[in-house]
């Protein structure tokens, strides 16, 4: 099993920046493939990044990259999201999740945290 708890979510105006954080427990955890999603109101919950076990590969969905960066701490067990030029497309309820496998699909993932709110504002 695989606790996960995000924080870190806020309002925020266009251009600015936010990072979460995801505290992962759980005996593997750190052994985990970690994973980024977010849904805004009426849509299915969507893919944004992806990091590896030893954070060496990530990957982004293009609408993010080059503006967010994963990265993880093994040793804290903590995930983060650094976002930064956000834009009002950006507001969504942000998701952790874990995984044994590498994959961008979130019906592949095994444990997910509860969510933290993002709002940016035009």
């Known amino acids: 099993q695989v606790q996960l708890v995000e924080s870190g979510g806020g309002l925020v105006q266009a251009g600015g920046s936010l990072r979460l954080s995801c505290a992962a427990s759980g005996r593997t955890s750190s052994s985990y493939v970690m994973g980024w999603f977010r849904q805004a109101p009426g849509k299915e919950r969507e893919f944004v990044a992806v990091i590896g076990w030893n954070g060496g590969s990530t990957y982004y969905v293009a609408s993010v990259k080059g503006r967010f960066t994963i990265s993880r701490d093994n040793a804290q067990s903590m995930l983060y999201l650094q976002m930064n030029s956000l834009k009002p497309e950006d507001t969504a309820v942000y998701y952790c999740?874990?995984?044994?496998?590498?994959?961008?699909?979130?019906?592949?993932?095994?444990?997910w945290g509860q969510g933290t709110q993002v709002t940016v504002s035009s």
């Open positions: 999740a874990a995984n044994p496998q590498w994959t961008i699909r979130a019906d592949e993932y095994d444990y």
